[in-house]
């Protein structure tokens, strides 16, 4: 089994920045991947970035790009994310996420609160 621990959520104001962090550990060569997405009020989960222990950066979407930075540690387990110009709608609870490497999303954490005022 794999367990990843976030920190690093709060509340910002809009246009300022947090990094939010995870380790894994338990097995953590189990995973090829890990990454975040995040679940805004009343909406559905979104997938926001990852990054693989070969060192490519994925992205949701477009608006993600430029304003939100992933990079990891394939020796360490870890992985980051770097918000940058947060805005309201950036709102969300973010998850951390292990991937398999088959490519399922299988090990979760419990998640960290983002909240950007305006």
């Known amino acids: 089994q794999v367990q990843l621990e976030e920190s690093g959520g709060g509340l910002v104001q809009a246009g300022g920045s947090l990094r939010l962090s995870c380790a894994a550990s338990?097995?953590?060569?189990?995973?090829?991947?890990m990454g975040w997405f995040r679940r805004a009020p009343g909406k559905e989960r979104e997938f926001v970035a990852a990054?693989?222990?070969?060192?490519?950066?994925?992205y949701g979407r477009d608006s993600m790009k430029g304003r939100f930075t992933v990079s990891g540690d394939g020796a360490t387990t870890s992985v980051y994310l770097q918000m940058d110009n947060l805005k309201p709608e950036d709102t969300a609870v973010y998850y951390c996420?292990?991937?398999?490497?088959?490519?399922?999303?299988?090990?979760w954490g419990q998640g960290t609160q983002v909240t950007v005022s305006s």
């Open positions: 338990g097995r953590p060569s189990s995973t090829g991947a």
């Open positions: 990054f693989d222990w070969g060192g490519q950066s994925t």
């Open positions: 996420a292990g991937r398999t490497p088959g490519g399922t999303w299988r090990y």
